[in-house]
């Protein structure tokens, strides 16, 4: 493709400790994209399309020496501010998250090729046909399932087509919970997820409260756990660390 057409609008790059899933507690460099396709209750992220005239890198790994690059940016350009976030540090993984991240397909696969760490990407699960054209250029992804409660409309069906694609690579999913969330939502989710991947790794996430969501109690979690324990093998109960520690 030629000319700016590849070009994206990245609010953020940024070297820290990853703070969710699987991976919890690695040293990962973070690529953040403009835009999303739900509306959750609980998101805490500015990631409205065409608000972000620079992208924000942290120049050296763990300086907090903020420094703005205008946008958009090439996927070459990013690999670079990628190399520069990373400075001076080993990284398990490079971060694609959002927003949506494949709401930008096109520009993680031209990326891809350019960066010289694993890709994850952190995704809600739903734009099944956008996956279909990155995925072999990701090391992994982590796949949320959010539940009606917490969004403007079910996306059951997109989530079962996208674990279906997701599956064959190093994923894990997410649900995030809150004290409202009802028994029969997350059921569903844990039953979506023994049907189409027992082998998955599940991870319950209380929320983090914000726009009105509580935090689910310690009986709601030890409940919910135990009734994806009879269903799936690897399931843990984790919090947003980085939120604990104050991180970026």
């Not at 972000?52 to 020496?65: I, L, N, S």
């Not at 501010?81 to 993680?108: C, R």
Request: glycine share 6%.
């Amino acid at each position: 493709m030629r000319g700016t057409e590849m070009n994206e609008n990245i609010i953020e790059i940024f070297s820290t400790v990853q703070g969710e899933g699987k991976y919890v507690g690695c040293r990962q460099v973070f690529l953040r994209l403009e835009g999303c396709n739900l509306h959750c209750s609980y998101c805490d992220t500015n990631s409205a399309v065409g608000m972000h005239p620079d992208c924000v890198v942290e120049e050296g790994a763990g300086t907090y020496h903020l420094v703005p690059y205008p946008n958009p940016i090439s996927p070459q350009r990013a690999a670079e501010l990628v190399e520069i976030a990373a400075a001076g540090v080993p990284h398990q993984a490079l971060n694609i998250t959002g927003g949506e991240p494949l709401l930008h397909a096109a520009f993680i696969r031209a990326l891809a090729p350019h960066v010289h760490l694993p890709i994850y990407l952190e995704s809600n699960g739903t734009l099944h046909e956008e996956l279909k054209k990155c995925v072999d250029c990701v090391a992994g992804i982590s796949m949320d399932i959010k539940l009606p409660s917490a969004t403007t409309h079910p996306v059951w069906d997109a989530h079962v087509r996208f674990l279906e694609i997701a599956k064959a690579k190093d994923t894990w999913v997410k649900i995030v919970v809150a004290g409202e969330s009802p028994d029969g939502e997350v059921d569903t989710a844990i039953r979506l997820v023994a049907d189409i991947a027992p082998e998955t790794m599940l991870i319950l996430q209380p929320v983090t409260p914000y726009g009105g969501c509580t935090k689910p109690s310690p009986e709601q979690l030890l409940a919910w756990q135990e009734n994806a324990l009879r269903r799936l093998a690897h399931v843990r109960v984790i919090p947003q660390t980085h939120r604990m520690m104050d991180m970026l």
